[in-house]
């Protein structure tokens, strides 16, 4: 028997970028179980993704994750309603691991196959709970702001109601979460950079390094290219202070790393300028279109200083902020899901047609 579309059961796969992930969820809220395969130790030997590895490493995994997926949810693909999965953006050997899989599983299954989009997966990670997501805040509320800050993507957009954006901003350069993983790299850190950065500067006990701020006028366009070529020069500086190599020789000799304190202090100056334009844009955004809550998703979104910053603006102006806990907000199948159980409700249903979209926009202004 098939339930209803309201309290559908969904299969969603995730491949987009370097984590294998597939959950089953309920009603786009309930998770049941979210099984997540990461290929970090994979790519922190070559200190960023290598896509070919990256497509090799989900045809390996893809299988025992759909296998742990279905034992931990206690279900059979024969009971799910739907199988949804991300078609764009993303890496296209990524993609295409993941949309092959979920399009042969939907034929051989015959259950209705959705696609969704990467980002609005990141979005309706606000919308699910098991228990440890969302704390009391509850369920966003409409019209909402939302930013969402991934390793690939750094926009702003307000969402009157499910399903519907208008874009607000984005960035004209690099992604914030690109942007901690460039630093990451110059000060020497593992991969990724953003966790390594977030964990050194809260060693900082010095809070006095000024990186500069792009805020591009009253836009909500963001630019981080900037910052990453001030943090190039101030890490070079600082490492001829403590008689270190510099610029390309520094390169050839990883080993040879600013002190602790030298890099607990750096990084925190360049996260605090990152959080500092992100959560001003974010207020801005939400005061002017008079939103009645804000979203917070993506990688970069399990920041804790960023969490924390936006909690308490947020606050101020007395609006609920919604954030995913920080496993919801790094790539993963619920999310896929979540989203995927509102287009498969609003009657979505993709065929076996459906191409991998490597650039594929969540919405245009
Ligand atoms: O959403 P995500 O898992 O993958 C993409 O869709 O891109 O985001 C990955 C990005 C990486 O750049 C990573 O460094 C960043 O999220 N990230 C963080 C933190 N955890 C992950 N950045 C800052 N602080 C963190 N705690
Ligand atoms: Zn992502």
Redesign the pocket.
């Known amino acids: 028997m098939t339930a209803p579309v309201d309290d559908a059961l969904i299969l969603s796969v995730e491949s ?4 294998t992930g597939i959950a089953v969820t309920r009603g786009g809220r309930s998770i049941l179980s979210n099984v997540v395969a990461s290929q970090t130790a994979l790519h922190a030997v070559s200190g960023g993704i290598v896509p070919e590895v990256a497509a090799r490493a989900h045809l390996r995994w893809i299988v025992p994750v759909l296998d742990q997926a279905l034992g931990d949810a206690a279900v059979t693909v024969d009971d799910v309603d739907a199988v949804a999965v991300t078609y764009g953006p ?1 890496l296209a050997g990524s993609l295409l691991v993941g949309l092959n899989f979920a399009k042969t599983l939907a034929w051989v299954h015959d259950k209705p196959l959705v696609g969704v989009n ?1 980002l609005e997966g ?1 979005l309706y990670a606000a919308w699910l709970h098991d228990g440890a997501n969302g704390g009391d805040t509850g369920e966003p509320v409409f019209p909402l702001v939302a930013l969402i ?5 750094t926009f702003l957009v307000e969402m009157p109601d499910h399903l519907t954006y208008r874009l607000l901003g984005q960035t004209v350069d690099d ?4 942007a ?2 460039k630093v ?1 790299r110059l000060l020497g850190l593992a991969y ?8 050194a500067a809260e060693a900082a006990t010095r809070h006095d390094a000024a990186f500069p701020r792009a805020w591009l006028g009253d836009t909500y366009n963001f630019s981080f290219s900037g910052l990453k070529t001030a943090a190039r020069r101030t890490i070079d500086v600082a490492r001829a202070d403590e008689g270190l190599p510099t610029g390309k020789a520094a390169e050839a000799e990883p080993a040879a790393r600013l002190s602790a304190a030298a890099t607990a202090e750096l990084s925190w100056g360049f ?1 605090d300028s990152i959080v500092d334009v992100l959560v001003t844009k974010t207020i801005r955004a939400a005061e002017s279109s008079r939103a009645r809550s804000i979203v917070l ?10 969490r924390t910053r936006l909690a308490g603006e947020a606050e101020a102006l007395g609006l609920p902020l919604i954030v995913p806990r ?1 496993a919801l ?3 993963n199948g619920a999310m896929i899901g979540a989203a995927g159980a509102r287009r498969f409700a609003a009657g979505e249903r993709a065929d076996l047609s459906l191409d991998a979209r490597p650039s594929l926009p969540l919405a245009r202004r």
């Not at 800050?149 to 993507?153: A, D, E, F, K, L």
């Not at 990724?192 to 964990?199: D, L, N, Y």
């Not at 998703?297 to 960023?306: D, E, R």
């Open positions: 987009s970028c370097d984590e993303g990467h990141h800050v991934s390793g690939g993507h992604a914030a979460g690109e901690f993983d990451g990724p950079g953003g966790p390594a950065i977030s964990r996260q998703g993506g990688g970069v979104a399990a920041n804790s200083a960023l920080p907000c790094t790539d």
